[in-house]
């Protein structure tokens, strides 16, 4: 058991919720849209359904919705806060937008200041370090709110196999209240890795400075996510996404005073059902240790939150367990968080 010094401060989750919209796309669907029959789709892919934008459902406004309902759940007052982290994606409202900004205004966050966070689907957890850290080294922040939406589905094209790892992309918005001294739900050490040499395999083609977005970029679809090196990066990826992700979780745990062999749950990211398996196998865990988001599919940097708190609902997350966040992000992006529950 990890004990803290004395002198130690101490960081903790009050609460964490998700929004969800109520639109879904199901297998069935799916499988016309991609003609990928339903059975590859359910074993191989691992999506039954998954949450997508309604019209109401934009980006901020999901994070916004999820954060009252994590405010509410804690008891905590808008006004106590410090520190907004928008940990939301960049696809959202406006182009060119301080999301977080918008968020404290309309939770009544008055007392606090804001800014936006991005590390693709690791944003989260490079948000918790980021959070920790501030709270550490700044004495006037005491209550930090991670916040933001994700609709990266808007950007798939279903006809393009070379996104076929990426189908699995849905809606919706998360968030997280953390405070200092909070002597519960210890946020403990995270490590994160990146990987230069992944960061233009995955890209939007058309509508930054390169390519500016015209008739003809969107008639050739150049308006959505693409892979650009898809045989390159498939034999590149192989060899370090899986081992990676293991390390920072392994890393993780250890600079948390815990072993691997501590580990009670991972809440991780939604991908195919084999690789979620071959993470759970290599830790020595089974799928009573973490949840697979086959109806919800791929909320980016949500999965994390949205998975702890599923366990939280389902029994999964006990009294004094250790609980990792692990997540992968295009770019490439890998990151875990130990928490000590209770």
């Known amino acids: 058991m990890r004990l803290l010094r004395e002198d130690e401060q101490t960081i903790g989750i009050v609460s ?16 016309k849209e991609t003609n990928i029959p339903k059975e590859v789709i359910e074993e191989k892919l691992g999506i039954l359904k998954k949450p997508i934008p309604g019209p109401e459902d934009h980006t901020c406004e999901m994070g916004i919705k999820a954060a009252k309902k994590a405010l509410k759940k804690g008891n905590v007052n808008p006004k106590s806060i410090d520190l907004i982290i928008y940990i939301g994606e960049e696809h ?5 937008w301080t999301s977080g900004i918008k968020l404290q205004e309309e939770i009544g966050a008055t007392n606090a200041w804001a800014f936006d966070v991005a590390q693709r689907c690791g944003t989260t957890i490079m948000a918790l370090e ?52 909070h002597s519960q739900n210890l946020l403990l050490e995270s490590d994160i890795m990146t990987d230069g040499s992944f960061s233009e395999d995955v890209v939007v083609v058309a509508g930054g400075t390169k390519m500016p977005i015209s008739k003809e970029a969107i008639d ?5 996510l693409d892979v650009t090196d898809p045989i390159g990066m498939k034999a590149r990826l192989e060899e370090k996404s899986m081992g990676n992700f293991l390390k920072v979780i392994r890393n993780s745990v250890e600079k948390s005073g815990f072993t691997e062999k501590d580990i009670n749950y991972v809440g ?24 697979y988001l086959n109806e919800y599919g791929h909320i980016g940097q949500i999965d994390q939150i949205l998975s702890l708190e599923l366990a939280l609902e389902q029994g999964k997350v006990r009294e004094g367990d250790v609980v990792v966040l692990v997540s992968a992000g295009i770019g490439y992006a890998w990151g875990a968080s130990t928490i000590r529950w209770g």
Do not use: W
């Open 130 to 181: 980021v959070a920790k850290s501030m709270m550490k080294g700044n004495q006037s922040i005491n209550t930090v709110l991670l916040a933001g939406g994700y609709r990266n589905c808007d950007f798939i094209d279903y006809k393009n196999p070379r996104t076929r790892f990426m189908y699995n992309l849905a809606a919706g918005g998360g968030a997280i209240v953390l405070q200092k001294g």
């Open 220 to 224: 050739n679809r150049l308006n959505m």
């Open 268 to 291: 991780m990211l939604h991908m195919k059902r084999s690789a979620h398996d071959y993470v759970l196998s290599q830790l020595n865990l089974t799928e009573d240790n973490s949840i």
């Open 92 to 96: 959202k409202e406006y182009p060119l």
């Open 16 to 31: 964490l919720a998700t929004y969800i919209p109520t639109t879904y796309m199901d297998s069935e669907e799916l499988a």
